[in-house]
């Protein structure tokens, strides 16, 4: 039986610190799904197409699947046969949203299982929004996303 988990966010625009949780999943299972979430709260700057296509073009593994998902995470998941939810956990400021969002997923099926990974040091700064931020005022991102996050920017001068 192979093992699977999803990899859930929103992804406006995918960062290293997130494929560096990709990569690492990848040592544990053996199929990741990174979940681009459609997610109204945040109003995501570029479409699910785009999120998934600079998603698809940073990584580059059989093992990985791009696909987007609307509705609950924990339907997503017994849709897919994934018993894992993959998180990335930077800060201690992440902490209370993740215990929340795990204790919750919990909640709404015990069957599915939130696993953390710690953040690699080089992007525990590094959040989607200020990559935006950064980029639509001028700044260097070249070294916190992948080439496509940095051309798709670039194409795209708009403010955060
Ligand atoms: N490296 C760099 N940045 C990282 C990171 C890493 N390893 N891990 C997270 N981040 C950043 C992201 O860039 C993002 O930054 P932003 O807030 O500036 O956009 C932030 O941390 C959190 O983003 P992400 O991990 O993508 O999660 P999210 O909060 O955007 O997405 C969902 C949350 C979509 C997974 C969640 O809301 C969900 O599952 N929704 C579906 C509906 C549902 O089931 N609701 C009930 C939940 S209990």
Same mark, same amino acid.
């Given at each position: ?82 018993? =894992? &939810?993959?998180? +990335? ?12 969002? #795990?204790?919750? *997923? /919990? ?26 931020? =950064? &980029?639509?005022? +001028? ?12 051309? #798709?920017?670039? *194409? /795209?001068?708009?403010?955060?």
């Amino acid at each position: 039986m192979s093992l699977i988990a999803v990899y859930p966010g929103t992804f406006d625009p995918i960062t290293n610190g997130h494929v560096d949780i990709v990569r690492r999943s990848l040592n544990l299972f053996d199929k990741v799904i990174v979940a681009v979430a459609e997610n109204v709260r945040k109003a995501p700057l570029f479409s699910l197409e785009e999120r998934a296509a600079m998603i698809t073009a940073s990584v580059d593994d059989k093992r990985v699947e791009v696909e987007s998902f609307g509705g609950l995470l924990v339907d997503y998941c017994r849709k897919r046969g994934a018993r =894992v &939810a993959i998180r +990335g956990l930077r800060a201690i400021a992440d902490f209370e949203y993740e215990f929340q969002f #795990a204790h919750m *997923n /919990r909640h709404l099926a015990p069957d599915v299982e939130t696993i953390f990974l710690m953040t690699s040091e080089e992007s525990f700064y590094v959040s989607s929004s200020l990559v935006k931020e =950064v &980029a639509a005022m +001028g700044g260097d991102i070249t070294r916190i996303v992948p080439p496509a996050v940095v051309a #798709a920017l670039k *194409n /795209r001068k708009t403010s955060p």
